[in-house]
């Protein structure tokens, strides 16, 4: 055994290089096809492009110049489905719905039109020439004009058409039909909320339209099923059974699992008196199911749900209304639930680890009673066999120790996630009583929330000797409705002072002294308003803005229409009420002289969600008045960096930002 090294922290070599960063496979969505159950998933490629794989083959069922995504409501998500033997996808290089089985060539089903985007897909049990989608309409193209659909693509003429029998709303989610094709249920909303704030559940009547010239659907008699405008959030809606829905609602404060008879026309809570954990989060893609049925009858369903920071695995019984939860569950989050084997609880999901990779899990339960016991096994790991990181010593990743942190202020919690220095090669620092530097890391929320998962990122700061910590600020989600409501009116406040009494409650394990704040998105205007207007701005050493919200006023201009009401909740009014709190209040634009310490920009050229604007426009007048920065602009990549070049080049990037700024390379 070699004897342990010391070197200042900050300084240690590692064997976590960037390529580490960008070697694992990145694994957007996982499909089952409830005709052969057969799972395929949706994989990133270095292009930054998305194939679609077969999972258990490992071959490529869609690839090469192929681009398995879609750009509704930019985030995009649900882009493609699986369903006896053929795959539905979007091709985000045209826009265009797409038929496929394997060993074949694509087929476009809808007309060449670049304005119209496709997503969130379900077939007609009974007419599979029929699909319903989510449909985008970008032919008159300001966030204001954009128009939001359900749609009814025919795949033999090739034709979309407007689903008849919808009420309206700005936006539309999960449409599916249940099993016998006789009734449409879906999730809708309506500006200013975001889906997590308000939205509603709607389930219809089908009628098939048969004709000799054309075969399609409308729906009539739509009925409320729950959710409420500005105060009750009800999401992710499917069907238990041909005559129960189940979907979660925050009624109770937590989003907890209810269902709908349609025989009865009435919902209900499956925990009677609440459950304090939410088991669903916001939607900010489509697509997503943190459930799967498990029984044929509809009865028992799979959760995951959120305490403490990650997720768990409960098995509910939607009748008898309890939840018994299923042990050991070795995973830090879960998510898209999909149920492979009506024969049997089988499921597949998207897991990760805090430990080691995560992947495509099958999950078969011995039973869908209380003792239920788990088997997992991976069907598609996220490290290649030749990934550096199945070449790295053991140690060498640092576990989250989660925490909470009292706000004396209110009396309340701030849950926290430190990340301490861990290399194997060394015992800790040569200087004596030496604290190691810290990254401060916020989430791109709003209302995310920065999961235990193992992330290479962190550990390549972690294995050269430096702190990491990660703040669910007040507004994040995983912790009920009333956390994500204390951002209501406070972006640019609440989230700048958690994150600094986070980084002054760990004291006596950091050099406060070295403190960086880094962020992108959300995050990225939380670093900029941490620097510039907000208290305590000269606390940080230095500081790093990933495609960060510089002009809030530009923001309601520019952004896109999912967000584009979205400002007037974080900030308390529209600008039109209340300007000076968009401009010269919380725009750190307008306080950019206050930005006293060293920053890096790193942006995406085709960013559309926060426009390369943001950035320059900023860094203009930084420099301007003689201030420390740098700008990156990556080509081609949007909001987030997908190429591997580009990933890697940031991260190298902003710890050399960081040692320069600190002399770390000194040392």
């Not at 059974?241 to 609602?249: E, K």
């Not at 695995?313 to 569950?329: F, K, M, N, R, S």
């Not at 680890?353 to 209380?370: E, F, Y």
Request: hydrophobic share 35%.
């Amino acid at each position: 055994m070699l004897a342990k090294k010391s070197a200042p922290y900050g300084t240690w070599d590692s064997p976590i290089t960037a390529d580490a960063l960008v070697s694992d496979t990145v694994i957007d969505d996982v499909l089952v096809d409830p005709v052969t159950s057969i799972v395929y998933h949706i994989e990133r490629r270095s292009t930054g492009s998305n194939a679609l794989v077969n999972t258990s083959t490992g071959a490529d069922v869609i690839a090469g110049h192929w681009n398995v995504r879609t750009r509704v409501q930019e985030y995009g998500g649900g882009a493609a489905i699986a369903y006896d033997g053929h795959i539905y996808f979007s091709n985000a290089n045209d826009g265009r719905l797409y038929r496929v089985q394997e060993g074949a060539t694509p087929e476009p089903i809808t007309p060449e039109n670049p304005a119209l985007r496709f997503a969130n897909f379900a077939v007609h049990p009974k007419l599979p020439t029929l699909l319903v989608s989510v449909l985008e309409d970008h032919t008159d193209d300001t966030p204001q004009t954009v128009i939001n659909s359900i749609c009814v693509i025919n795949t033999t003429t090739k034709s979309v058409s407007d689903l008849q029998g919808i009420p309206k709303a700005d936006f539309f989610a999960a449409p599916t039909l249940s099993s016998d094709g006789t009734k449409l249920v879906w999730q809708q909303w309506y500006q200013p909320d975001m889906p997590w704030e308000g939205a509603d559940i709607y389930v219809a009547d089908v009628v098939n339209d048969i004709s000799d010239e054309n075969i399609g659907f409308h729906v009539t008699n739509a009925k409320h099923v729950a959710g409420k405008k500005l105060n009750i959030s009800a999401a992710y809606p499917s069907w238990a059974n041909d005559s129960t829905l189940i979907f979660t609602t925050d009624e109770s404060g937590y989003q907890n699992p209810w269902t709908y008879s349609t025989s009865t026309q009435q919902a209900r809570p499956v925990f009677p008196n609440g459950y304090f954990e939410d088991f669903s989060g916001p939607a900010w893609t489509l697509g997503n199911s943190p459930y799967a049925i498990v029984d044929n009858l509809g009865n028992m369903v799979l959760f995951a749900a959120f305490r403490g920071g990650r997720n768990v695995l409960y098995l509910v019984d939607l009748q008898g209304g309890t939840a018994h939860g299923i042990e050991p569950c070795p995973f830090a989050t879960i998510s898209k639930l999909r149920r492979v084997n009506p024969d049997r609880p089988e499921i597949v999901f998207l897991a990760s680890k805090s430990d080691g990779p995560g992947g495509i899990v099958r999950c078969i339960l011995s039973n869908t009673t209380a003792s239920a016991l788990p088997t997992y096994k991976v069907m598609k790991s996220t490290v290649l066999s030749d990934s550096p990181s199945t070449n790295f010593p053991t140690g060498i990743i640092s576990l989250p120790q989660p925490l909470m942190l009292q706000i004396p202020r209110e009396n309340s919690l701030l849950p926290v996630v430190f990340y301490a220095p861990k290399n194997p090669a060394y015992e800790g620092s040569s200087i004596s009583g030496e604290k190691p530097p810290c990254v401060i890391d916020v989430h791109g929320g709003p209302t995310a929330m920065e999961s235990q998962a193992l992330s290479w990122n962190k550990q390549y700061f972690t294995s050269r000797g430096w702190a990491w910590l990660d703040v669910n600020y007040g507004g994040s989600s995983g912790y009920g409705r009333q956390y994500i409501s204390l951002l209501s009116g406070m972006w640019g406040i609440r989230d700048v002072q958690d994150c600094l009494h986070a980084a002054k409650s760990l004291s006596e394990d950091i050099d406060s002294a070295r403190v960086v704040i880094r962020g992108a998105s959300s995050g990225g205007y939380t670093v900029l308003s941490a620097l510039s207007f907000g208290v305590g701005n000269s606390f940080y050493a230095a500081a790093t803005s990933l495609y960060g919200v510089s002009n809030l006023r530009l923001l309601t201009q520019f952004t896109h229409k999912y967000e584009l009401r979205f400002m007037e909740k974080l900030m308390g009014g529209t600008i039109e009420d209340i300007p000076s709190v968009y401009d010269e209040e919380r725009s750190p634009l307008f306080h950019a002289d206050k930005i006293n310490k060293p920053i890096l920009f790193l942006q995406g050229s085709d960013d559309k969600i926060v426009p390369p604007e943001q950035s320059e426009v900023i860094v203009k007048t930084i420099q301007d008045r003689g201030g420390k920065v740098k700008y990156v602009l990556f080509q081609g990549e949007g909001h987030g960096f997908r190429k591997a070049e580009n990933i890697k080049m940031a991260v190298e990037t902003e710890i050399g930002w960081y040692e320069d700024v600190l002399g770390l390379k000194e040392k």
